[in-house]
């Protein structure tokens, strides 16, 4: 069965060191989008993409960057993590033709100590 | 700036109550509004709406859009314990396509 899986699913670093969170999906779609979910503000974007080799700015995207080498892979980079960047993050897909009925990963739930 | 608006915050019932979560938005081009529901883990996708005044339905759910008003609800009858989660909505809209704008949620818990 088709999947999106994310790694790690939880992760405790420190203020300032570089982070990477894995999502693979073997959907096969073409659009993957990051999230964070904080209490009280709901799922707010981080980044996204279209296809490979095109990357977007979300709502929040400060702090964060992304890449897309293949179709399976979007990896989330914070580049010097920060204690307001502790929150749980969602990867997620939709395929063209249905771009709005996105799939979601498990979660990796970051704290930045 | 796309806005959506969830209410109420919170909700508690007793199985069997009816309940009705509301939802608000503001979005320019606006294309469509989705439910979600999200237990422990990843939200999963309920109901896409993208005409005013038809009703979407799935067993116990039911969801419905004014375009005019700019708002949905969503209804779940005869509820049971295994509908507690957070319900979210989101809208597609704006000037990039396949966005998401979310709502804050609304977390729903039912006592048996």
């Known amino acids: 069965d088709a999947e999106i899986t994310q790694s790690p699913r939880h992760k405790i670093t420190e203020t300032g060191r570089q982070v990477t969170l894995a999502c693979h999906q073997t959907?096969?779609?073409?659009?993957m989008f990051w999230y964070r979910q904080d209490l009280g503000h709901g799922l707010r974007l981080i980044h996204y993409s279209y296809g490979v080799q095109d990357t977007n700015k979300g709502e929040v995207s400060d702090g964060y960057s992304v890449s897309r080498s293949n179709t399976e892979d979007l990896p989330l980079t914070l580049e010097s993590a920060a204690s307001s960047q502790t929150s749980v993050y969602f990867c997620?897909?939709?395929?063209?033709?249905?771009?709005?009925?996105?799939?979601f990963g498990p979660g990796t739930r970051l704290t930045v100590t | 700036e796309d806005k959506v608006v969830q209410s109420p915050l919170s909700l508690v019932v007793h199985e069997g109550d009816t309940v009705t979560l509301n939802c608000s938005y503001e979005v320019t081009n606006f294309r469509s509004l989705l439910w979600y529901k999200q237990e422990k883990k990843a939200p999963t996708f309920l109901f896409m709406l993208t005409s005013s005044g038809i009703e979407k339905k799935s067993g116990r759910l039911s969801s419905i859009l004014d375009k005019k008003e700019l708002f949905s609800i969503l209804n779940i009858t005869a509820t049971q314990t295994g509908d507690s989660a957070i319900y979210l909505c989101a809208v597609a809209g704006g000037t990039s396509y396949g966005k998401l704008t979310f709502g804050q949620g609304t977390i729903l818990t039912v006592h048996p």
């Open positions: 959907w096969n779609h073409n659009n």
């Open positions: 997620a897909t939709s395929e063209g033709g249905r771009e709005y009925e996105q799939y």
